[in-house]
């Protein structure tokens, strides 16, 4: 078994503080770290013991788990049931080769190494004993006061050059240095007190992660049926991976003979044979995701969960299908008990409403029960489930992120999209957020990002066609639009684009949100919400709104003026009508003297927030280049529409749905699902453009989209800062 060394956790007992040991393994573990060791330099060998018996049961087998020193405690925890894998020792310590007499040719042995005597010892040593060096310290640190000369990114990396082993780094590493020390040589990184005193182990331990993987490309692994007609299955799980900036791989669990119309049979090879593929790629490969799809019968998933223990990937999508869009069967019954055992090694689940009903044994009639059978089902196996709406009549299709041990509940809306085109669908979006969350997206992001994708993906799906019955989406849509014609973008440029459009778009929705939390907790909006605002200065606001729209079009069509391609001109400048007409909407609707308009209202000069916002958006569009401009006008679609949805949505209380609500018609527009709709391609133009800019013009993307979100801010908080004499 290839041995992940990546993201590697040192314990101390006293960064941990009240949280305890046990519990930050727990969190970091859940984060992605691979190895834990256990290091308490003043406990007992019995004290020692019983940790490692607790820290092994909340690992659960799902990282390595060493210790420190203590051979002889490792020894105990084992004989007590502990699954123990290994111990690092310093030059100092017990013999590594005693170590690996006791412990086992399986065994994981690590030795502390920092200088050329340390290396040629090694070197000495039976090819075998040391499994790889913790070389450092790297900065100089307080959790090693003894500690020798900082060695140092390039020391390190001379180091690296010379070792025969893989090098951990260790010793004062932060978050910073990941990807120097990556592209130093590093095997992976070692983290003490980044991780011990983190305020959220499991944030930081994806943040790490993250910046450990920036730059490179996520191995993911489907296992998973295939479908020849290439829309579902294995076939969609890899181009959905490579889609997301992954590298796809697959070891299919049954053949199936489908196509768009339906399952004409299905073929279940040996399961002996589905443990060859496995282990053939974990014994060479190292995994960063898996996802798993149709898994026929219980001797497949048997097969399966005994070899995600023995592998261990830190991240493992389940999509527990059961019966495919055309209605046929893709697991035994019998075999629905099994597969609700293998939940629980899952990170996410992603079962649809007729999967929710069959895994979690309740009613799902409506979106409401949906969301009660998830808390349930998540409760239950102690894993986060993403219960998806697709199949709920009307109007939305609706997902919700639940996962009961955090209380953590997101909702995402959307309007359904109409086409025939669904063919995959769930297979698609479950191999697209294995990827993103291998990339270290948190899993709210990764949702976000997955399903903007998936909506672009089906919509551009019919165009394929493929088939006559439920043809398959387009995974690629987004790619090939941005290759399009007129940009001069050759296909290869974008493919070789180190991020992909909808990570960037999650990175900068994560990016403001402290200015959207701020935004929500204005007096203005709260007071819009609950009805108590005051008439003259929501119409001191909408005079400011109008100033505003009318220059915001001229922005809106210089875009357009620039645009690469012929879509994204025509987007732009009916965008830029768009905003003309809303304009001329609310002189003709509410800035009139029925409406109790003051003179002063009418006659409004633009206020101090509104002229500095515009004149941002003036700058950009003079000075900079097409992708800085797109960047700059996003906020102003994507914050309305999203504070339109939640106030429609009851979130800031039910008044803001009434329809006695004395702004109703005004509320309405920003959740009108035509705007809806206008926001999605707006976030999809500019993070294409993001996406397929070199690294310093998405840093200034970057920049002007969070400096126009804190405009919206101002512009947001103007009103009731300053109402003027009516
Ligand atoms: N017509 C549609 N418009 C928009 N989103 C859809 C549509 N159909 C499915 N989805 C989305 O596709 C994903 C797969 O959902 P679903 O169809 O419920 O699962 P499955 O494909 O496993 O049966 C979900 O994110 C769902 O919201
Ligand atoms: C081999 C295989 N696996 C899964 C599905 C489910 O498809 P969907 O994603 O539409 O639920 C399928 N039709 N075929
Ligand atoms: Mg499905």
Redesign the pocket.
Known sequence: MTVDLSLYLVTDPELCGDRGVVETVRQAVEGGVRVVQVRDKTATEAEIVEQLIAVSQVIDGRALLVVNDRLDAAVAARERGARVHGVHLGQGDASVRRAREVLGPDALIGLTANSAAHLEAVLALPVGTVDYLGVGVIRPTATKPDHPAPLGVDGFRDFVARSPLPCVAIGGVGLDDAEALRDAGAAGIAVVSALCAAEDPAATARAFRRRWLAGSVPRVLSIAGSDPSGGAGIQADIKSIAANGGYGMAVPTALTAQNTQGVRGVHVPPAEFLRAQLDAVSDDIVIDAVKIGMLADAEVIRTVAAWLDRARPPIVVL?P?MVATSGDRLLEPDAERELRDLLRRATLVTP?LAELAVLSGRDVGDWSEAIAAAEDLSTDVGVAVLVKGGHLAGNDAPDALIDARHGRRQEYSGTRIVTSSTHGT??SLSSALATLLARGLEPEQAVRAARSWLRESLRAGEALRVGRGHGPINHFSGLWARADTTSGVAASEVAASEVAASEVAAEWWERIADIRAQIDELPFIRALADGSLEREPFLAYLAQDALYLREYARVLSEAARRAPTSAEQAFWAHSAHGSIVGELELHASWLTPQQGVSAATFAAEPSAATTAYLDHLRSVAFGGDYAEIVAAVLPCFWLYTDLGRRLHAGEFGEYARDPQHPFASWLATYADPAFEEATETAILYASGAAARADAATRARMSRVFEVSSAHELAFFAAPMEFSPAG
Request: proline share 0%; glycine share 20%.
């Open positions: 999509d299908v649809n769930g297979c």
